[in-house]
């Protein structure tokens, strides 16, 4: 259509400026993606929670333990069809001022937590030699990865919580079933924990740092909750119940401040998108007055001048927007490998790519409003007569 | 101080343009001797090279061969930055579309050659003045160009060119915008310039009345010259 | 600079509107730059300033925080008897032994919990920690099931009204009072008595100790002594000033390098924006340009002038950039601390060091824009730009 080939042509009268403005577009595109993958990547925990598990924990905050005695009781309430625990060993290793070292370092059961996790993916090989060693471990594909962890190597730990030199033995490795399971965590035998406390710490055995119950229907999964927190409630270690998305929420939420920050610079990005584009627009069309009113004496319609404009601004609204995306995902992909475990799931979510094709479509028009408005009601005889 | 009674002697110019490797030439060895004091008018065709004469003769431009001695300096000679110097001090320019700056009032745009020299500000403000008032404009100083008739701009636009007291004075086209009655005066104040003054002044012209007030005239076609 | 500078700020006054948008894309990019600078900053602010000179935090040795550290008796009855550490009025070590422990509240914003931090204090905490002042009601009594709350906490999280009771640890305990610190952590704290804390919470040992130094130069002879003394080796001591430092690192280190990263990146984005404005001036300004060559003005001059307005022009955009940053200043933000997992109240610090850099930022911006579209103007050739009217 004419139109679209005039468009065409206009824009490509200014190379340099039309190619600017799609550079700009496109970086403050791929800035908006970056962003807001950020936000994504931070919530992935509560993506990544199963329908039907549920973390029972101590009711005053997740630092409190509670006892392993509570084991049988959890397996008998109705509706609950297993039930497995950990403890969250943490420790140091090598240099905790280096961030890179910080990775999930848990105490479980292996009979029964990878079965409750069927997301973590061990060869049955490594788990059978795993469950035989007392100070064995599994690592996370991403994790290994990151360190250089191969089957048999000794990961040192200094403990904190549980305090000591302790070394583990890697017997296996664990890749995620789907794209937003967690591959950077450690697992050990809780047995070995319990059994050094036994001897170093006797006050210590037998605690649980959490448990997790899967329930078969996820009906149930309220009435669950509060028969267990009913029974412990009176008690020294009185429990809190939750489904495991509002356990991860409720971490999330403490950080809302942040994520809300990064949300509203992620705004400001697409202002800056409008301000870049609606400067190129608002010049070539002032630029163009004496065109558009020739073109008006030709016959042509004050809309077909709006489709000019507009045409000229979707047209480097949708490249800019196209060349960002495409940036977007090495620039994602590259900040995954060099922080993974900061972010252990670091991905490009399809509502990302939505929102930012929907914000530069809505810039592509917001630009040409103003530019549009004064063409139409610009009179024949006036934009003759301009000089620019 | 002219030398020989020459004040601008074109000698043997030669000048051609490029364009995509083809060279197109605009001037054939023209030779021309113009004394002190003289007011000359260049006329022609469209493409007869007369601006190009002119051009060359201000220092805005290079010839492909021979010299242009303007006041017994050889100005192919000069390296970029002692000929942008040297026009500061010797040329006055005055072109068709009077190419005052818009952002500039009357005043300003006078002065703008002045901010050149080393003049004090009084100095500077005095000699504006004195050039706005020659042209009969002492009341419009603050004035914006939009806010002048194009007769008026014009006329700042010799305020401008005479401001330095250059040497010589090159126009080129000036009635070219201007209707009868504006022409008339614009070329009544380069006749004073020229009389009163003693400028020389090398005018372009389409304008059959602007030429009949030169001393003399100069034809021009293709490149070479014709009377 | 031979061309006048009211040349340059007239004809960005001119064409106001391309000018103010280039303007406002500047701006929002050093506001970002800003604010981020400022709370990487009000961070390290708040913690650093919770530590006083004079004071020595004891902890496990390679514990990383209080919560992972443990201080028995003995080790804490030892130290006590130390000769560099400062005497109240009444002969009593200025020593305060103590637990910290997280626990849950509701918020009163979002429907959540938060994990806030409890201490257990002995009475000489207060004289510790001069910024800490009870704004409402009193101190709590020491041997009694009382607590006080940080401003911070009251404000945010419910069941925090002045005689109302909070569960935790089997027992319930009774809120009898409000304290401020300045803005420092402490703010987002519960604090109560260190001796009825330890048993609700079913810890034998206390996670920290914090000492007064009678002299400040005293302590690397205090450390000697405490660190050659068997009973006491496992411990390690550090300056208050210190341990707080490095529990706000990794929080504003990560604020700092996200938001550092993001505003640069943008910011290639503004630089787009004012590349484009200044070029456009230029194409517009094609016959001044020709103009003033011929009138004798040199090609610097001309590219000087086109530079000038691009870094006024950036200059302003950053002025304003700071100036609404420094709005935030009237901001606090609470969040999760990464290295002692509770709940922090911190704002937004300016700083000199900020605004300049933030200037600085725009000029270079200023620059980077300007400066191919000033190089365009000046290579103009006299002809082709007079004829281009």
């Known amino acids: 259509m004419f139109i679209i080939k005039l468009v065409m042509k206009n824009a490509l009268r200014h190379k340099l400026r039309t190619a600017l403005t799609i550079l700009g577009v496109a970086i403050a595109v791929m800035s908006f993606g970056f962003l807001r993958t950020i936000v994504t990547a931070w919530s992935a925990g509560v993506q990544a929670s199963a329908e039907n598990r549920m973390i029972t924990r101590q009711s005053v905050s997740f630092i409190f333990p509670l006892p392993f005695s509570c084991l049988e009781q959890l397996q008998q309430v109705p509706g609950v069809t297993e039930v497995t625990y950990a403890n969250w060993f943490g420790g140091v290793y090598k240099d905790a001022a280096d961030f890179k070292n910080f990775f999930p370092r848990i105490a479980v059961d292996p009979e029964t937590y990878f079965s409750l996790y069927p997301e973590f993916i061990i060869p049955a090989d490594q788990f059978a030699e795993f469950k035989k060693e007392r100070n064995a471990c599994v690592v996370g594909a991403k994790l290994a990865q990151e360190h250089g962890f191969k089957l048999g190597d000794i990961i040192p730990i200094e403990g904190d919580i549980y305090p000591g030199h302790w070394e583990f033995v890697v017997r296996g490795i664990y890749h995620g079933r789907d794209q937003s399971t967690d591959e950077t965590q450690m697992f050990f035998h809780w047995d070995y924990l319990n059994e050094r406390m036994h001897v170093e710490s006797p006050g210590r055995e037998g605690l649980v740092g959490w448990y997790v119950l899967s329930v078969k229907n996820a009906a149930d999964m309220p009435r669950v909750a509060k028969e267990v927190d009913e029974r412990y409630k009176n008690s020294r270690s009185a429990t809190k119940t939750e489904t495991e998305r509002e356990f991860q929420q409720s971490f999330l939420s403490m950080s809302d401040a942040i994520l809300s920050s990064l949300e509203a610079v992620s705004y400001i990005i697409i202002g800056i998108i409008l301000l870049v584009l609606a400067n190129t627009i608002v010049m070539a069309a002032r630029e163009r007055t004496k065109e558009y009113a020739v073109l008006k004496t030709l016959g042509f319609s004050a809309f077909h001048i709006a489709g000019l404009i507009a045409g000229e601004s979707m047209f480097i609204a949708t490249t800019g927007l196209a060349i960002g995306l495409a940036l977007t995902f090495p620039l994602a992909m590259g900040f995954a490998k060099a922080f993974p475990t900061f972010f252990p799931v670091f991905n490009v979510e399809t509502i990302t790519v939505v929102i930012a094709v929907a914000v530069a479509l809505s810039a592509g028009v917001a630009a040409a409003v103003f530019p549009v408005t004064r063409a139409m009601r610009m009179r024949i005889v006036d934009g003759l007569r301009s000089i620019d | ?227 | 600079m031979k061309i006048p500078l009211k040349y340059m700020w007239r004809s960005l006054w001119t064409r106001r509107l391309t000018t103010l948008l280039t303007l406002g894309g500047i701006a929002l990019v050093v506001f970002v730059f800003a604010a981020v600078l400022m709370l990487s900053n009000g961070v390290q602010q708040t913690m650093v300033d919770t530590g006083a000179d004079d004071n020595v935090i004891v902890l496990r040795r390679s514990a990383n925080s209080e919560l992972v550290s443990q201080i028995d008796r003995d080790a804490a009855n030892l130290i006590r008897t130390d000769p560099g550490i400062a005497t109240g009025p009444d002969g009593k070590p200025i020593l305060s032994t103590e637990v910290v422990v997280i626990i849950n509240l509701m918020r009163k914003d979002v429907d959540g919990m938060g994990n806030i931090t409890v201490r257990g204090v002995s009475p000489e905490a207060l004289v510790l920690r001069p910024q800490v002042k009870i704004t409402q009601g009193q101190m709590f009594r020491t041997g009694s099931h009382e607590i006080i709350i940080g401003t911070s906490i009251a404000a945010r999280y419910r069941g925090t009204g002045i005689g109302e009771q909070i569960r935790f640890g089997d027992a319930m305990w009774t809120v009898v009072g409000y304290f401020t610190a300045e803005g420092t952590g402490f703010e987002s704290e519960i604090w109560g008595d260190v001796e009825q804390l330890m048993p609700a919470f079913g810890r034998p040992v206390f996670s920290s100790l914090t000492f007064k130094l009678r002299n400040a130069g005293d302590y690397e002879a205090v450390k000697t002594r405490i660190q050659a003394d068997p009973r006491t080796q496992y411990t390690e001591m550090k300056r208050e000033k210190v341990y707080y430092r490095e529990q706000s690192q990794l929080m504003s280190d990560f604020i700092r390098v996200l938001g550092l990263i993001v505003t640069i990146i943008f910011s290639v984005g503004a630089v787009i924006g004012a590349m484009i404005t200044m070029y456009a001036a230029v194409a517009n300004r094609t016959v001044e340009i020709g103009t003033m060559r011929a009138l004798g003005f040199r090609r610097r001059s001309v590219l000087g002038a086109f530079m000038i307005e691009s870094v006024f022009l950036a200059l302003l955009g950053g002025g304003t950039g700071v100036a609404l940053a420094s709005l935030m200043s009237f901001v606090r933000i609470a969040t999760v601390n990464f290295s002692t997992f509770s709940e922090l109240a911190f704002g937004f610090t300016l700083s000199p060091g900020i605004v300049i850099s933030s200037l600085v930022f725009s000029l270079v911006m200023g620059f980077a824009g300007g400066f191919l579209p000033a190089v365009r103007a000046a290579r103009m050739n006299i002809l082709a730009a007079l004829r281009s009217a």
């Open chain 2, 1 to 227: 101080m002219a030398q020989n009674g020459t004040m601008i002697r074109v000698d043997h110019v030669t000048k051609s343009y490029r364009r995509d490797s083809i060279e197109i030439p605009v001037l054939r060895d023209i030779s021309i001797d113009v004394p002190p004091g003289e007011f000359l008018a260049l006329m022609g065709p469209s493409g007869s090279g007369k601006t190009t004469l002119l051009n060359l003769i201000a220092g805005i431009d290079r010839p492909n061969a021979g010299n242009v001695v303007v006041n017994g300096t050889n100005i192919g000679d000069l390296g970029e930055s002692d000929l942008a110097r040297w026009r500061a001090r010797h040329v006055g320019f005055i072109f068709q579309f009077y190419n005052l700056l818009p952002v500039l009032t009357a005043f300003e745009n006078v002065e703008l050659p002045l901010l050149l020299t080393d003049l004090s500000r009084k100095e500077k403000r005095d000699h504006v003045e004195a050039a706005l008032r020659l042209v009969g404009l002492g009341d419009r100083i603050r004035h914006y160009p939009k806010q002048l008739s194009g007769g008026q701009e014009q006329r700042v636009a010799i305020a401008r060119a005479i401001v330095t007291d250059p040497t010589i004075l090159v126009a080129d086209e000036p009635t070219g915008d201007l209707d009868k009655t504006s022409a008339g005066e614009i070329m009544d104040l380069l006749d004073r310039l020229n009389k009163e003054f003693k400028k020389t002044i090398v005018m372009v012209t389409h304008d059959p009345r602007a030429a009949e007030r030169a001393h003399k005239a100069m034809h021009l076609d293709k490149g070479e010259l014709t009377s």
